[in-house]
């Protein structure tokens, strides 16, 4: 192969260098992948909250027998994605179980945002002891593998229901959220509105809250989507172990583990939560590098 036929299937000029109209029309074609990819996953989890909104007020209950048990998908309604081994409509499962992944995938952001960002806060400005002694509560929190921690809180607080599950998720995500609040707000710190604002005697909670927190709220709120994926999959491994939501309270994840023994002769029972859980985590990561791209968040950042 000649130079010439190698930089051409290089996409390369004469000159080894891209021609501005190439790498405009490459642009163009990340952006509208990018675009279709955005456009996905906003409508998946708009179908989520939908599912969330009629679970109760749909014509089978999630926890009671409608007929015959091990029904595949595509029956009549209310059988639409079939039954599962109690005769349970999976339709209404799956709608009852984005209610339970909404729970423990908003209140533990809320927690973490709250509980850690105050922290952090605090940490960042006053720094000295408050920042040691916040430093060693983060760090031992953090020293312990997230799933055995979530095992033991769950084996602690019982009985299990889905908002203990959700009180063990909180305590995790507070480390995180701090040390993201804490850096950010260490950064901004040093910059001259903050010095001013000190220097005009105004008072902790004022620069705290009003000049360090705002310019924080883009790199938490690219954290805070990534952090709502990460919980789901963790309530989801919980209940695939068995220590997680029980019955009759459905979850993706619990659904998957009443299945696992049956794949072989009824994997539709395992495939449909597992594909909804995928479709979900998969949605708030797009969201989630959308919202980095668009607020210039590095990754050193999260």
Do not use: H
């Amino acid at each position: 192969m000649s130079l010439v036929e190698t930089e051409n299937s290089l996409g390369l000029t004469e000159s080894g260098v891209e021609t501005p109209e190439e790498a405009a029309a490459e642009r163009k074609g990340k952006k509208k992948k990018t675009g279709l990819l955005w456009w996905f996953a906003i409508t998946w989890l708009s179908l989520v909250v939908l599912m969330v909104i009629i679970a109760d007020i749909l014509p089978a209950e999630y926890d009671r027998p409608i007929g015959d048990s091990n029904l595949s998908p595509f029956q009549a309604w209310p059988e639409f994605l079939g039954t599962d081994y109690l005769g349970r409509s999976t339709l209404s499962r799956i709608a009852a179980g984005a209610r339970t992944s909404l729970i423990v995938s908003t209140v533990p952001i809320i927690s973490g945002v709250v509980i850690g960002g105050l922290l952090g806060l605090t940490a960042a400005y006053f720094r000295g002891m408050a920042e040691t002694v916040i430093d060693i509560f983060a760090d031992a929190l953090l020293a312990f593998p997230p799933l055995l921690l979530l095992l033991m809180l769950s084996s602690v607080l019982t009985p299990p229901s889905v908002w203990t599950i959700t009180l063990g998720l909180s305590v995790l995500t507070i480390p995180g959220f701090y040390r993201l609040t804490k850096a950010n707000a260490i950064a901004q710190s040093k910059r001259e509105y903050v010095v001013v604002a000190k220097a005009m005697g105004a008072r902790p909670a004022r620069i705290m809250f009003k000049e360090l927190m705002p310019n924080t709220v883009a790199t938490i709120m690219s954290y805070a989507v990534i952090v709502m994926a990460i919980m789901i999959v963790a309530e989801g491994s919980l209940s695939f172990l068995g220590v997680g939501v029980p019955d009759p309270e459905p979850s993706w994840g619990g659904m998957v583990y009443k299945a696992k023994d049956s794949l072989e002769d009824y994997p539709a029972q395992v495939f449909v939560p597992c594909g909804v859980l995928f479709l979900t985590v998969f949605s708030l990561n797009v969201i989630g590098d959308r919202l980095r791209a668009r607020f210039d968040v590095r990754d050193s950042n999260l």
